[in-house]
């Protein structure tokens, strides 16, 4: 069940469960999953409308092998198993992945000399088969790069895949398997008896026997609120991107990766499963959690870094640009930490890999949590229900007759898709999350010519409605 609206606004217990979880980003939604699939009774609290609305919005979109992540850790193991899962569980979730591959690609001597440490790194994480590709080599994959490429390293699995139907999939399995979303119930404070916590929300109180922390962003924030102590502090690193038109599809076949430093994995050129081509992130240090603007000069500058590797891009229009935030900390390994005594546990500083390694955290947090005693009986047959496709690798809904009208022509976006995304067992809370479930908004225009339809069909629906004043013609 999934609760936005008319909640009580007092200390009235709103629910009760084994687990409360803070947040809905990517990993929050992956461990409501995985518990309410392991038999606890969950509740996921979330404080904004509608899940994705911090860290997890903005991304890169890739599923990483985890070929450069730091090795013997955890972020290395829970990448490599996130990885695993999401290839194990898509098809039963119809979760789409483009198995494009990677060039990590040298353009000076120095870059080059790099290779064979990341390829000795590889395979000490399992990734074992990477290979060396010469000029000719990378240009036969990749005829439209720049003709000074050097070499590169071809790393076969990276893949793309849906940054937002894979959360929402989490945790649609976990509500019809009986998890409860509250939205707008931010944890503003709690308290533990010894037994079991009972956290406060704008919507009242929850009351759990464990608590996990995936605020994200505001992870350190929640912990000292709460517990009154945390041992991370979040540090955000912006990203800035560059989105190419469509017609830029054709210049790329796949991932485009740099040579990594200590601090970033760098510039990524990538092509995205919506069908555009990506240039980003950059990796500024900020002071705010939430603002994600961008920067004209930045953006120009990330053009420019994308011409130069593929010129042929100089011909085409950017159709937008946006920005996320990543939870860096003041340590670059994941914050991840147990309080059995206070039955938390805490899943923070988990940055640009998280959309990877979400599940593979998830499994993580069911034996962290077999080690504190709670072991329920997993759910035998569990329900598997599929989200809508979004992918241009498979067909879309447009392709089945019924649909009504079409209500985004630049990302031919039907009235039914529309529809069913506000009526699913976590339907869009904000005009965000509907945008998320059906890539309405999202092209050419960027809703001039859609906004109108949209208003009508989301009326009444949101909190900030998307018009104001009526929506009559």
Known sequence: MTTKDNLPKDNTVIADADIAIIGGGVVGCAAARKMTLEGASV??????????DGASKGNSAILHTGFDAPPDTLEQACVAEGYREYKKIRRDLNLPIVETGALLAAWTPEEEAKFQAIIQKAEKNGVMDLSLLTRDQVLSKEPYLASKVR???????????????????????AVTNGARAIFNAGVTGGAFDGEAWALNTPKGQVRARYVVNCAGLYGDIVNQNVLGESDFTIKPRKGQFVVFDKSAAKLLNGIILPVPTERTKGIV?????????????????????????????????????????????????????YAGIRPATEQNPYRVSQDPARHWITLGGIRSTGLTSALGLANHLATLFSDMGLCPAPIETPAWPKVPNLAESEPRDHATPGYGQMVCHCELVTEREILAAMNSPVPAGSMDGLKRRTRATMGRCQGFYCSCGLAKLTQGKFDTPLAVGGTDD
């Not at 509740?43 to 409308?49: C, G, N, R, W, Y």
């Not at 500024?284 to 990330?302: C, F, M, Y």
């Open 43 to 52: 509740v996921l609290l979330e404080k904004a409308p509608d899940i994705l």
């Open 151 to 173: 070499c590169a390293i071809h790393v076969p699995g990276e893949s793309i895949i849906d940054p937002w139907s894979a959360p929402l999939a989490y945790l649609t399995q």
């Open 269 to 321: 050129i990538f092509p995205t499963i919506f069908g555009n081509l990506v240039v980003g992130p950059t990796a500024e240090e900020q002071e705010s959690r939430d603002r994600a603007d961008v920067n004209r000069d930045i953006l120009i500058s990330l053009k420019d870094q994308a011409i130069q590797k593929i010129p042929d891009l100089a011909g085409i229009p950017v159709t937008a640009t």
